[in-house]
């Protein structure tokens, strides 16, 4: 029974697990796994599972391969279908829904998009969480950030250069 491995992020934890899970098992043995790897017996009833470029989420009676799940995919585990992620720069602010598997990066190019921001002063921002000086990863699920709601908040905010 040949195996694969999976990197996971759930619902609000941001570390990386790496899961083993046999290569013919349905999506819904990646609910166990998950369980097994640190995620809240509790939250297995109502989560839901996506793959890293998944809108919605996978049938879970599919086995992995017929949904494209191979070894080494990300997949993200959360209770929610959808992230409302609300962001800010200066007085423009949008509101945009994205599955929780949605990195940081993906939200990001899609709001500069939107505001029509040049690529290079793109390069000049990160996106930090509001009312807080944290900033996620570009890689980071945005799923991984949230745990029992469903929405998020940002603002576009200048990289702090020192100059010397």
Do not use: W
Request: aromatic letters at 4%; hydrophobic letters at 35%; one cysteine or more.
């Amino acid at each position: 029974m040949p195996t694969i491995q999976l990197f996971l992020q759930s619902e609000g934890n941001r570390r990386i697990e790496l899961i083993e899970i046999d290569a013919n098992a349905t999506v819904r043995e990646i609910l166990f796994a998950a369980v097994r790897a640190g995620l809240p017996e509790e939250y297995r009833t109502d989560a839901l599972v996506f793959g890293q470029h998944c809108e919605t989420p996978l049938d879970p009676d599919t086995i992995l391969s017929v949904v494209g799940i191979c070894d080494k995919h990300r997949i993200h585990v959360h209770r929610c279908h959808k992230i409302e992620v609300t962001l800010h720069f200066n007085d423009i602010t949008e509101k945009l829904h994205f599955p929780p598997s949605a990195t940081v990066e993906r939200v990001k190019r899609h709001f500069i998009e939107k505001i029509h921001m040049s690529p290079v002063d793109a390069t000049e921002h990160v996106l930090q969480i509001c009312g807080s000086s944290d900033r996620p990863e570009p890689d980071n699920h945005i799923g991984a950030l949230v745990s029992c709601t469903c929405s998020l908040c940002f603002n576009l905010v200048p990289i702090k250069r020192v100059e010397g």
